[in-house]
Nanobody, 125 residues
Framework: QVQLVVSGGGLVQPGGSLTLSCTAS????????MGWFRQAPGKDREFVVG????????YYSDSVKGRFTISRDNAKNTVYLQMNSLKPEDTAVYYC??????????????????WGQGTQVTVSS
């Protein structure tokens, strides 16, 4: 069964940090690009960041560039999102996704996604 399980969200003060995890099963993780997405209340789903199969390069949205870092551990079938300098506008439900093509993550059309199970990140004082 193909599955992505997201964890690590929570409540954090502005300027704080959180690390999200997404663990995959049911497909060959190392052959897929992986990405993170988010959706804030009343807003459209947004691409956050994607990384290629090896994890050696990544593409970030302008809204998180310099603050968020994506990484992956292909031995653990897990992708991470390190979020620093969090802002209230980062408040959203975060999801992860997978596709053989990074482009499909950027256009928010992954072949595999955790749309049914995200993790809430709330940035508030």
């Amino acid at each position: 069964q193909v599955q992505l399980v997201v964890s690590g969200g929570g409540l954090v003060q502005p300027g704080g940090s959180l690390t999200l995890s997404c663990t995959a099963s049911g497909f060959t993780f190392s052959t897929y690009a992986m990405g993170w997405f988010r959706q804030a209340p009343g807003k459209d789903r947004e691409f956050v960041v994607g990384t290629i199969k090896s994890g050696e390069s990544a593409y970030y949205s302008d809204s998180v560039k310099g603050r968020f870092t994506i990484s992956r551990d292909n031995a653990k079938n897990t992708v991470y999102l390190q979020m620093n300098s969090l802002k209230p506008e980062d408040t959203a439900v975060y999801y992860c996704g997978a596709d053989t093509k990074l482009h499909n993550l950027v256009i928010i059309n992954p072949s595999i996604a955790s749309w049914g199970q995200g993790t809430q990140v709330t940035v508030s004082s």
